[in-house]
Nanobody, 122 residues
Framework: QVWLVESGGGSAQAGGSLRLSCAAS?????MGWFRQAPGKEREGVAG???????RYADSVKGRFTISKDNDKRILYLDVNPLKSEDTAMYYC???????????????????WGQGTQVTVSS
């Protein structure tokens, strides 16, 4: 059975930090974090492939860090510092093979978690 479960969301203050986690039922070659704010389209914010190559959206570079623990099959997203515009539902996604240049393309991923809400207050 394939599943992805996000955790770590909640309410936080701008300027603070947050770590999101995504537990996976199995290992994947490529994984990513996406977010969707109310009234906006889902956007890719960070992706990582099996070789550890990463991609970040320009809007989060320098503040978001994606990493994974292959043994535990957990994907992480560290956010520091938080901004009010980071408020969104955050989703973990995974697939067997996503080319590095398309790690932020939601259409490349077949497996998705249910999401975890992040609310940042200023």
């Amino acid at each position: 059975q394939v599943w992805l479960v996000e955790s770590g969301g909640g309410s936080a203050q701008a300027g603070g930090s947050l770590r999101l986690s995504c537990a996976a039922s199995r290992s994947y070659y490529s994984m990513g974090w996406f977010r969707q704010a109310p009234g906006k389209e889902r956007e890719g914010v960070a992706g990582i492939d099996l070789a550890g190559r990463t991609r970040y959206a320009d809007s989060v570079k320098g503040r978001f860090t994606i990493s994974k623990d292959n043994d535990k099959r957990i994907l992480y997203l560290d956010v520091n510092p938080l901004k009010s515009e980071d408020t969104a539902m955050y989703y973990c996604a995974a697939d067997w093979r996503v080319f590095p240049d398309t790690l932020l393309n939601s259409g490349q991923y077949a497996h998705w978690g249910q999401g975890t809400q992040v609310t940042v207050s200023s």
